[in-house]
Every structure is written in C-alpha cells, then in structure tokens.
C-alpha cells in the first residue's frame, strides 16, 4: 500500500500536460491503468482528447508518495464518451524521459 501526502499546488504545468498529450505521448502505469481504460471502452485517442481538454477547473490536489517519490497531479472531468457523459478521474505526471511524456497513474470512473 502506499502512503500519499497531499498538496493543493500542481506539480506540472497543465499546458505541458496538455501538449504531452496532444503529442501522443502518453504511458499507463501499469496493468491496472490499462484494464481501467478497456473496461471503459476508450481507445488512445479518447485518453488523449481526455486529457487535451482538461483546464485548471478540474485540478484536484497532487499526490506525492512517501515511500517511492512519485508525484501525481489528480484531475476530475467530464467527458462525452458514446452516449454517454463520464466522470472520469486521472492521476497524472510528467516523466523525466527527455521528452514530454504524460505517466497516467489512474483513469477509472470517479465516484
């Protein structure tokens, strides 16, 4: 289990996340990331118009691990999906890879 310690300030400039995102470059975190995505029914593209259209209105907090040092900025949105308008929740980060990539470390239904 990990242990988070949260704060209200963003660790990651949005636009970088943004244009991360519109670049295409964007990696799941994990298993659990990708299933949640299936389960949901989206493909690449959706995530990334997801993730394209946040604003600073959906920023939430920012997670900061306290045992490995990851740091997520969580964000909640609205996104029209099929017929559909879902509350997604995605923890997100810039990865220092020389490039701009977008890490999801969540993406499922919030509650």
Known sequence: MVDWVESRCPAYPLDDIRAAAEAGNILYGGRKVSRDINN???????VIRCIVGLRGKHYQKTLISA???AVFDVYIRDF???????RIYMKL???PTGLVHVGIGS?????
């Open 40 to 46: 949901l029914g989206y493909t690449k593209d959706e």
């Open 67 to 69: 045992d490995k040092g």
């Open 80 to 86: 029209e999906h099929q017929e559909y308008t879902d």
């Open 93 to 95: 980060r810039l990865l």
């Open 107 to 111: 993406f499922h239904l919030s509650r």
